[in-house]
């Protein structure tokens, strides 16, 4: 790739989930101290930036995506001096920062929600949201039949008699786009943080934000087997194509700025055409590749997912991303150690089911890891992920804090397993987490099995995870090879996905349950795990130097 490619076509973003990264002033709560003071470790870990989940002031019913000021840092997690002074600190470290901004909804301790109630209905501070009468006899049934992400109705109905709209929890009504002074808003809170310096947002329900002007109620569910219809159906909420609009003018205050400053859209589409629409050349720069991350651990699933992610995205001139585990979905080595049963749909939860195999589910994580970090364009790192952390599926009930697991009626324990705080050293609780003589508990208790994970545990093991992704992600900045470029399939049997890039690039994958013999090359680069007399062994990947 030409070195005056824009750094977002080809980055390793590592996602920070503040609560659960590093503790700085001991309250069992990450914190901008606690990333500030792991940043050596970022550094050597060889990632180009950071996203951080939102670190802005809130109630924290969803963790920070209820946000009530966008203008300022939640106490807990320190204050904006910190955050200035991250922001300098990890560029001098050459890593780039891109906080998270969420503008489908804000908490309902917003300026505008508390306004909104007390001016009553039919008054001009309620057009900021979707307020609407109900359905029914005295407007006791939802205005529609629209759910909450979080399980429930999507409506919540005030003493005053009306209900608004919240696709998520209750404290998060969402906002109307179709108001001037929405769009203006968010158009100034990108200034305020451009201006001190963030390298870009990743965007919270980017595919959310406009809604059918009727709000009808959904088209019938379709079944996730059946083909797909000829023509497809618009949806109410999701995806809509007057969205656009809004990402063109937030391209243009990004193009205010100097430097590349990029975003990256959290958009579940439907399909990679859906998915291109985002990053058209006016409009987002990048968008989370769900496909990849929904896939199976599956040859062939995941080669149409490779081929169908780079042409599509590649005929708007936009890169791909690749994108194996997030905060808000089970840890991957947790989900490839499973038969995969359901079928994963966009905008659904997916739960695994089935006993877990973990040695399994670590072994294809590895491979899935040198697989993702040799695609052509950037990947994203879930904290955790390069220790080869499990989910938590053992948290007790007491301790989940996941709207959804409320929300559900207990019937979805939520996200709160792949959030658990990480262990950074030590034998014990908090395991580094937060420092000596810390007054809190981590906020969600970490399983005594953290020690073999911890950071210290694995830095000099070369059999770890933390030392495979090390070392994968220092040969990525090495080879010209990798990063944004073409691929090219080399001719192997079903199961085994093998590709080369140029120059003198090739990584296999085998998925299949026969050994497979390594094509000719001149060095082994990496190995996700043994290779003996050159032949690959099921769920184990290779990167090869031709
Ligand atoms: C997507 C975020 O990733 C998730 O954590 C959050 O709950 C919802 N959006 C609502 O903001
Ligand atoms: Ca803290």
Redesign the pocket.
């Known amino acids: 790739m030409s070195s005056t490619a824009p750094w977002w076509r080809s980055a390793v973003i590592y996602q920070v989930y503040i609560r659960s990264f590093a503790d700085g002033n001991g309250d069992g709560i990450g914190d901008i101290a606690g990333i500030h003071s792991r940043l050596p470790y970022l550094k050597s870990l060889g990632i180009d930036a950071i996203w951080i989940?939102?670190w802005y002031k809130s109630p924290m019913a969803?963790?920070g995506?209820?946000v009530a000021d966008f203008r300022a840092i939640d106490p807990r997690f320190g204050t904006m001096a910190e955050a200035e002074a991250l922001i300098e600190e990890a560029h001098r470290h050459g890593i780039r920062v891109i906080p998270?901004i969420?503008p489908?909804?804000v908490s309902d301790q917003h300026a505008w929600f508390r306004a909104a109630l007390a001016a009553g209905p039919g008054s001009a501070e309620r057009e900021r949201f979707v307020f609407r009468p109900g359905r029914g006899p005295d407007g006791a049934e939802p205005p529609n039949d629209w759910m909450s992400?979080?399980g429930g109705p999507a409506w919540t109905r005030l003493p005053d008699g009306q209900w608004y709209l919240h696709?998520?929890?209750p404290e998060?009504p969402d906002l109307n786009w179709e108001h001037p002074d929405v769009r203006a808003e968010f158009e100034d809170i990108l200034r305020f943080w451009f201006s001190r310096g963030v390298d870009g947002f990743r965007i919270?329900?980017a595919h959310g934000l406009v809604k059918h002007p009727e709000l009808p109620d959904l088209p019938p569910r379709r079944d996730p087997d059946a083909p797909a219809p000829a023509e497809r159906v618009p949806h109410p909420h999701w995806d809509r194509d007057e969205v656009h609009e809004i990402y063109r003018a937030w391209r243009r205050v990004a193009d205010e700025f100097p430097g590349d400053r990029s975003f990256v859209a959290?958009a579940w589409a439907d399909s990679p055409a859906r998915l291109a629409n985002y990053v058209r050349q006016d409009r987002l720069h990048t968008a989370f590749n769900f496909d990849f991350l929904m896939a199976s651990w599956d040859a062939r699933q995941l080669r149409e997912v490779i081929d169908g992610s780079l042409t599509t995205l590649g005929s708007v001139g936009a890169p791909a991303t690749w994108v194996l585990s997030?905060?808000?979905v089970t840890r991957h080595p947790s989900r490839f150690g499973r038969k995969v049963v359901k079928k994963w749909v966009a905008n659904e939860t997916y739960r695994p089911e089935g006993p877990l195999d973990f040695e399994l589910g670590t072994r294809r994580a590895r491979a899935a890891a040198l697989l993702m970090l040799s695609l052509p364009g950037g990947a994203y790192v879930y904290q955790g992920e390069e220790l080869g952390l499990p989910e938590v599926e053992d948290l007790p009930d007491e301790v989940l804090q996941?709207?959804c697991w409320e929300r559900s009626g207990h019937a979805d324990r939520g996200?709160d397993g792949c959030r658990v705080p990480l262990p950074w050293s030590g034998q014990e609780a908090p395991f580094g987490f937060s420092p000596e003589g810390a007054t809190g508990e981590p906020w969600l208790p970490q399983p005594a099995l953290w020690k073999d994970h911890s950071v210290e545990a694995q830095t000099g093991d070369a059999t770890s995870m933390l030392e495979l992704y090390r070392r994968a992600l220092h040969l990525r900045r090495g080879l010209p090879a990798l990063g944004e470029g073409d691929m090219t399939w080399l001719d192997a049997p079903a199961g085994v996905l093998a590709f080369t890039r140029e120059p003198g690039f090739v990584c296999v994958v085998n998925l299949s349950a026969e050994p497979y013999q390594l094509p000719e090359h001149t060095s082994l680069l990496l190995a996700s795990g043994p290779v003996e007399d050159g032949l690959l062994p099921q769920d184990h990947a290779v990167w090869l130097s031709r």
């Open positions: 989940n939102p969803d963790h995506y209820d998270d969420v489908n909804h992400c979080f696709l998520f929890a998060q919270d329900v959290e997030n905060h808000d996941d709207p996200r």
